[in-house]
């Protein structure tokens, strides 16, 4: 049995999701399947045979970072960064399923994405800001 994260990370390369607890509580691990977040470290490769999974690296597009990445760094909502993608995928499903959420749905929505560093106030920010920026649409 091979998990998600450990072929998106070894065999593709794509080091932007993040092992944190290996039990999907901590969100570190957050990509997009089917255009919902879900945690690639406690996914089976069978599981996602024949559905789109997006990554952090699939949120840029021709060199240019997508509204939320740049809202992220413009709040300054991530500090030692670990968690940040995981962070900016659960919010990229919140914002594709609910292109306009309020305050209390984005802090549900982020509810299960652990930082340790704190920044949670300024993560709401950003993705209040992104939300405002890309007008409801979400690429």
């Not at 309020?102 to 560093?117: F, H, K, T, V, Y």
Request: charged letters at 20%.
């Amino acid at each position: 049995m091979r998990f998600l994260l450990w072929v998106l990370r070894y065999d593709l390369g794509l080091t932007g999701s993040k092992y944190g607890c290996g039990e999907g509580l901590c969100g570190a691990c957050t990509v997009l399947v089917d255009r919902k977040a879900a945690r690639s470290c406690s996914i089976e490769m069978k599981d996602v045979a024949g559905k789109d999974v997006t990554t952090i690296e699939g949120l840029e597009q021709n060199g240019k970072l997508h509204p939320l990445q740049k809202a992220f760094v413009e709040h300054d909502a991530l500090q030692c960064g670990y968690c940040t993608p995981g962070m900016i995928m659960n919010a990229y499903s919140l914002l594709l399923n609910s292109p306009r959420p309020s305050r209390r749905q984005i802090i549900e929505q982020m509810d299960g994405n652990l930082c340790r560093c704190g920044a949670h106030t300024r993560i709401i920010q950003a993705i209040e800001t992104a939300a405002k920026q890309m007008g409801g649409s979400a690429r």
